[in-house]
């Protein structure tokens, strides 16, 4: 049976003078998503490195990726718009602010406009 030797992946560990030690490594797990009540979400207006358009920006989500993904294909369908989800962010085309505020809170999420 071989064993992994991939040495990049043993953040750590240096030297083990143990003949049988068999590293084992971490699983990244993702972040269970919490209630709709304890997300506490900020929306913006950002425009920086857009070539001039405005998005709306959601910041402060907390869960995984696919839960992500359904809130923001709720939002870009209640909205009308196109835009996406990354790292934790939305990004919904246009400048929607007050209309997306509106929908997190109906929804059950702490929902703050930041100008």
Do not use: H
């Not at 972040?31 to 070539?51: C, E, F, G, H």
């Amino acid at each position: 049976m071989p064993k992994n030797n991939d040495w990049k992946k043993r953040d750590g560990v240096v030297y083990s003078t143990n003949q049988n030690f068999d590293y084992q490594y971490r699983q990244n797990d993702e972040a269970k998503t919490p209630m709709n009540a304890q997300q506490n979400l900020r929306v913006a207006l950002d425009k920086s490195n857009r070539a001039g358009k405005q998005v709306t920006l959601v910041t402060g989500y907390v869960g995984t990726a696919g839960d992500l993904e359904s809130l923001t294909k709720l939002l870009k369908t209640k909205c009308g718009v196109g835009g996406s989800a990354k790292d934790g962010e939305i990004l919904i085309q246009g400048d929607v602010r007050d209309k997306v505020v509106a929908i997190l809170i109906k929804e059950g999420y702490k929902a703050k406009k930041i100008s």
